[in-house]
């Protein structure tokens, strides 16, 4: 009988603990390198996520663009109905994602000045 007492009392400390991991992992501040190099937008646009790119080739109305990670983008001005003009070969830009819609989620584009 001492030993069931010792090993169900081992197993609910491992579970414990393992809820506690669990708990830690799903509701704690862990960031992977993806969300490192991004940050979300508090204040007034927390529905946004931004990345920044630095803009690798122009090809018309098409950018591409290559985050610092090696994440790549490509992006259309006609689709955003933004004027992107100002935005040349080798500029830094940060992209405008939404939270809520993960298909199309780009919403604009801002070059980054320094």
């Known amino acids: ?5 010792v090993k169900l009392t081992v197993l609910l400390v491992l579970a414990a603990v393992l809820a506690g ?8 501040n862990m960031q992977d390198a993806s969300t490192a ?3 979300t937008v508090s204040s007034g646009e927390k529905d946004y996520t931004i990345h920044q790119y630095k803009i690798t080739k122009i090809d018309g109305t098409e950018y591409h663009g290559m985050a610092d990670n090696g994440t790549k983008i490509i992006f259309d001005a006609k ?3 933004q ?8 500029d830094k830009v940060k ?3 939404s939270n809520s819609n993960r298909i ?5 584009v ?3 000045t320094n």
């Open 104 to 108: 199309d989620g780009l919403i604009k």
């Open 37 to 39: 190099l991004s940050q």
């Open 1 to 5: 009988m001492g030993k069931i007492r």
């Open 83 to 90: 004027d992107l003009s100002d935005i040349k070969e080798g």
């Open 79 to 81: 689709k955003l109905d």
């Open 110 to 112: 801002v070059k980054v």
């Open 95 to 97: 992209a405008y994602f």
């Open 21 to 28: 991991g669990y708990y830690f992992l799903k509701n704690g």
